[in-house]
């Protein structure tokens, strides 16, 4: 039973609009969202994180937003450039779980120039 | 800085033969783990270490071992390779226990 995830497997957009990926959890227990951003032949690199605490975590052009009562995050990316073309990973953490990371199965995503 | 190094990058194993992936990070972080990815699966946590000389089950350990002598290092050891091992394995190490975890590039295993 998989308590991360990733409902769409790919999603293209085109170059300068806005990307949005998202993720459900079933786990009431997790506290900690993060995002991970992976290329090929590549480890997966961090993005962007939430604690349950917030419903809104900005960085730059990556947003992320959590709706608790939904169990549900998603990830906005705007405007999207062709180098964010990667497979982005969802997470959840218990609390002081260290890095004991729950992971959704990723949405690759394709921006066109 | 070379954060989490994993090696080999690549390896094919036959059936039954055992061999270790070796994690190495200079970033003195206290938390390791090791995942594998499978198409779909995203990463599934096998083994994980809070410290030197502690380690714990994830949520796929079984035909895996693991052991944490030193900060630094965190190998995996494949005792009987089985085909349901072969997989992208990641090994990620986190400084303390509420922050994100750092990814190595992985190691491409294919057990025939």
Known sequence: DQQVKQNSPSLSVQEGRISILNCDYTNSMFDYFLWYKKYPAEGPTFLISISSIKDKNEDGRFTVFLNKSAKHLSLHIVPSQPGDSAVYFCAARRYNAGNMLTFGGGTRLMVKP | ?112
């Open chain 2, 1 to 112: 800085n070379a954060g989490v190094t994993q090696t080999p990058k690549f390896q094919v194993l036959k059936t039954g033969q055992s061999m270790t992936l070796q994690c190495a990070q200079d970033m003195n972080h206290e938390y390791m783990s090791w995942y594998r990815q499978d198409p779909g699966m995203g990463l599934r946590l096998i083994h994980y270490s809070v410290g030197a000389g502690i380690t714990d089950q994830g949520e796929v350990p079984n035909g895996y071992n693991v052991s944490r002598s030193t900060t630094e290092d965190f190998p995996l050891r494949l005792l009987s390779a089985a085909p349901s091992q072969t997989s992208v394995y990641f090994c990620a190490s986190t400084r303390h226990m509420n922050t994100e975890a750092f990814f190595g590039q992985g190691t491409r295993l294919t057990v025939v």
